[in-house]
T-cell receptor, first 112, second 114 residues
Framework: EDQVTQSPEALRLQEGESSSLNCSYTVSGLRGLFWYRQDPGKGPEFLFTLYSAGEEKEKERLKATLTKKESFLHITAPKPEDSATYLCAVQPPNQAGTALIFGKGTTLSVSS | NAGVTQTPKFQVLKTGQSMTLQCAQDMNHNSMYWYRQDPGMGLRLIYYSASEGTTDKGEVPNGYNVSRLNKREFSLRLESAAPSQTSVYFC?????????????FGPGTRLTVL
């Protein structure tokens, strides 16, 4: 069964304290891996798509990387406004249509 | 562009009542989706529509029906609401980029069934 597991479930950081979030998956023949940010009471906001092992993408203080079995979302010198839940999702090759399989998310809290 | 819009934002129903959740997108996307999000469960796919005129079941379709009214609009109907359908419902649409489909989400409808 295709699965996506995110860790940790929750992460508390001080402003400026860099860290990484993990997303591991058991999908073979991945078509794409997605990172989203979700603020309380809002819909997921698209951040990145990664397609193949070794690929990296950056946006402001965030950098996403991909290996054959997992992806990391690195947060460099976070600020309080980076506090949110970060969701990882994968698009397997044999999934009907274009559906995504989501992890349960990592809730990040950054305090000043 | 408004992106993906959903109505209503909040709704309270009694068990057995029916309602329709509305979704519209102005990005000219072919595919549209309905998900539900429950605490500790993550986002789960209810139904999707790969293109106008087609719909397919996702992971948790029981108790729901959908209509792809045209390319822009995709509605989700609860015929007889149950407390187990208390959840936050998200609509999404997708664009194909580099062989995969990036999904963009609406703001959600928060539904409580008493």
């Amino acid at each position: 069964e295709d699965q996506v597991t995110q860790s940790p479930e929750a992460l508390r950081l001080q402003e400026g304290e860099s860290s990484s979030l993990n997303c591991s998956y058991t999908v073979s023949g991945l078509r794409g891996l997605f990172w989203y940010r979700q603020d309380p009471g809002k819909g997921p906001e698209f951040l990145f798509t990664l397609y193949s092992a070794g690929e990296e993408k950056e946006k402001e203080r965030l950098k996403a990387t991909l290996t054959k079995k997992e992806s990391f979302l690195h947060i460099t010198a976070p600020k309080p406004e980076d506090s949110a839940t970060y969701l990882c999702a994968v698009q397997p090759p044999n999934q009907a249509g274009t559906a995504l399989i989501f992890g349960k998310g990592t809730t990040l809290s950054v305090s000043s | 562009n408004a992106g993906v819009t959903q109505t209503p934002k909040f709704q309270v129903l009694k068990t057995g009542q029916s309602m329709t959740l509305q979704c519209a997108q102005d990005m000219n996307h072919n595919s549209m989706y309905w998900y539900r999000q429950d605490p500790g469960m993550g986002l789960r796919l209810i139904y999707y529509s790969a293109s106008e005129g087609t719909t397919d079941k996702g992971e948790v379709p029981n108790g729901y029906n959908v209509s792809r009214l045209n390319k822009r609009e995709f509605s989700l109907r609860l015929e007889s609401a149950a407390p187990s359908q208390t959840s936050v419902y998200f609509c999404a649409s997708s664009a194909r980029q580099a062989g995969t489909d990036t999904q963009y989400f609406g703001p959600g409808t928060r539904l409580t069934v008493l």
